[in-house]
Every structure is written in structure tokens, then in C-alpha cells.
């Protein structure tokens, strides 16, 4: 079955210093990969996706590549801020109508300023 | 608002009780999705609605948890006899449906369940 896998946190930061949140995956087929993100009291945001092989998803600052030959789709952004903290998940979709989304279980970043 | 709306926002209850849960999709939404969100487990993926039928009902825990969606929107998801381990955040997603690669399941807020 497919599953995503994220490196453990939590993790934290000063401001203006460089990110990256792993992220691999096991899955059959060529799914879509998602980053999600959940600010303090808030729900659910799509930050960003990439639906096929090399593309690179990217948002407010962040990119993610699609990594086939090494099923990953790490997070990075050059400088965070501290309206970055958050909870971040990564996430998996197979290409089939209307399927579920597999998550991670979610990294906490905490950006100090 | 236009948004994915869940009642209530919080729900407290006592060991054996039935709670239900509700979702209001986005309108003109036909796919709903409910999941939950606890420590240590992360996200995971209990039901998906197509339209009022739910093809794909894997996830659900047990046979204490069950939901139905009426009239192609609302969807409610009952949880029977609770049991501590159903403390939880219960998120409910949709999708305007189809297969497009452009699909994206829009999340509401949650219901924060606590189960004495």
C-alpha cells in the first residue's frame, strides 16, 4: 500500500535561516505529491503539489521537487519567517478519480525571530 | 462563507456515548471525504463519498464508526459506544470531483472530539 514517510521534529529555527523537511514515499503507480499546512487554529491549506516526475511545485517562498528515481518530494525555502510556524504535512494521491490522500504524520516548524 | 464547514468545533463525551459529527461541503461539491487526525498516528483517511454512496469505506476503524451523506451535500459521521482511543480531530474534505490533475480537496476546520 502507499505510505509517506517525514523526518521527525519538531524543528525549529531562527529567522531568516534555511529549511528543508524530508519527505519519501512508497506507492504504486505515479501518484500526485502535496505538501499540506496547518497554521496555529487553523485548518487544512494546500501549500503546494506536483502531479508527475522532475516538476516542482512552489508557494509563498517554497519548492518542492518531484523526485521519482529517489520517491521524494523534499520542502525547502530559503528564508523562513516566523508566520512560517506551522505544522507541515506531506501527502500522496493516486492518479484515480476522487482518491484518498495518504498523509505523513506532520512536522512541526517553530521560527524564532 | 464559501468554505468547508464541520459542527461542532469541540465535543466532549463520556466513555460509551454516541457522538455525531457533521459536515457541510462546498456547494456543488460532489466528492467528501472525512478524516482524523490524532497524536501519533497523523492524518489518516476514513471514508470517501461519491455523490451519496461511499465507494470507498476502508478506513473506518470499526463498526462503531459509521457515516452517510444525504442529498449529494451534508455528511454525517457517527461514532457509537465511544471509546477513549476515538479522541481525536475528525476533518472532513471535498472536491469538486472528476480526475483531473487540477482536482484539490479543500479542508474544514474540524471537530476536536474528547472521549472522558
Redesign the interface.
Known amino acids: 500500500g502507499n505510505s509517506v514517510t517525514q523526518m521527525e521534529g519538531p524543528v525549529t529555527l531562527s529567522e531568516e535561516a534555511f529549511l528543508t523537511i524530508n519527505c519519501t514515499y512508497t506507492a504504486t503507480g505515479y501518484p ?1 505529491l502535496f505538501w499540506y499546512v496547518q497554521y496555529p487554529g ?5 501549500l503546494l503539489k506536483a ?1 508527475k516526475a522532475d516538476d516542482k511545485g512552489s508557494n509563498k517562498g517554497f519548492e518542492a521537487t518531484y523526485r521519482k528515481e529517489t520517491t521524494s518530494f523534499h520542502l525547502e525555502k530559503g528564508s523562513v519567517q516566523v508566520s512560517d510556524s506551522a505544522v507541515y ?1 506531506c ?1 500522496l494521491r493516486d ?4 482518491s ?7 512536522i512541526t516548524l517553530s521560527v524564532r525571530p | 462563507g464559501a468554505g ?1 464547514s464541520q459542527s461542532p468545533s469541540n465535543k466532549v463525551t463520556e466513555k460509551g456515548k454516541d457522538v455525531e459529527l457533521r459536515c457541510d461541503p462546498i456547494s456543488g461539491h460532489t ?1 467528501l ?1 472525512w ?1 482524523r487526525q490524532s497524536l ?6 476514513l471514508i ?1 463519498f ?1 455523490g451519496n454512496s461511499a465507494p ?1 469505506k476502508s ?1 473506518l476503524p470499526s463498526d462503531r464508526f459509521s457515516a452517510e451523506r444525504t442529498g449529494g451535500s451534508v455528511s454525517t459521521l457517527t461514532i457509537q459506544r465511544t471509546q477513549q482511543e476515538d479522541s481525536a480531530v475528525y ?1 472532513c ?1 471535498s ?1 469538486l ?3 483531473g ?1 487540477l ?3 479543500f ?4 471537530t476536536r472530539l474528547t472521549v472522558l
Do not use: W
Not at chain 2, 40 to 45: D, N, T
Not at chain 2, 107 to 110: A, V
Open positions: 500526485s487553523e485548518g487544512l491549506q494546500l502531479t504535512f501527502a492518479t484515480g478519480a476522487n484518498k490522500l495518504t498523509f505523513g504524520k506532520g | 468547508v466528492a471525504y478524516y501519533g498516528q497523523g492524518l489518516e483517511f470517501y461519491q470507498d478506513g476533518l474534505a472536491e470531483g472528476g480526475q490533475l482536482r484539490e480537496q479542508f474544514g476546520p474540524g
